[in-house]
């Protein structure tokens, strides 16, 4: 099957519309879980003291001892830590429910419904670069802007041939990025 012919299957294959991107986990749902499990201690707090005041359980109820010990409180000035608490956190929350949620997946160029995850992408780039004579370990990081490679050398490497290697191995989602190669002494590594 020819490459444009496999294209119109895999388009095919998922819908109509576009694809939509993987992101990240969202950080309103941390933050949602806490706030249930806070929720789910209190109304256990709140089931004992109906447990009390119809006899089932005995002792005294803890909600109306701290509502009325609540109610005899008197304005002091170390209160005003308290409203202020409450809008930082409002604020936080509201950050986590708005926030972007960052991508976690590089699309694979040409190809709509195709993702892989920068560490796979890493993983190409060091399997290229193990390939080039003289590399006896590679370990590459996909950031944003750039493609780190760093080698170490078993004997003298030809730089700009490791980082065209990385190139061409990961041409197909990072094209653009440049790839910067770092050579590592082998007796350096071994002191360590």
Known sequence: MTEPALRDVVAQDIADTPVREPVAFPGAAIA????????????????????VVTGL???DTWTHHLVVE??????????????????????????????PRRRTH???????????????????????????PNVRRAVTSVGRKRIRVTVTAAGPVDRERIARAAADAVARVCAGRPVVVKVRDPRRENRG
């Open 106 to 132: 590089l699309s694979v160029d040409g190809y709509q419904v195709a993702w892989t995850r920068p560490v796979d992408v890493a993983r190409s780039a060091s399997a290229a670069a193990l390939k080039v």
């Open 70 to 99: 609540l109610s005899a409180q008197t304005w002091s000035g170390w209160m005003w830590s308290i409203p202020i608490l409450c809008a930082l956190v409002g604020l936080g929350l509201l950050w986590l429910a708005i926030k």
């Open 32 to 51: 949602g879980g806490v706030l249930g499990v806070a929720l789910l201690v209190l109304s256990g707090l709140l089931v004992r003291d109906v447990l």
């Open 57 to 59: 359980v005995g002792g």
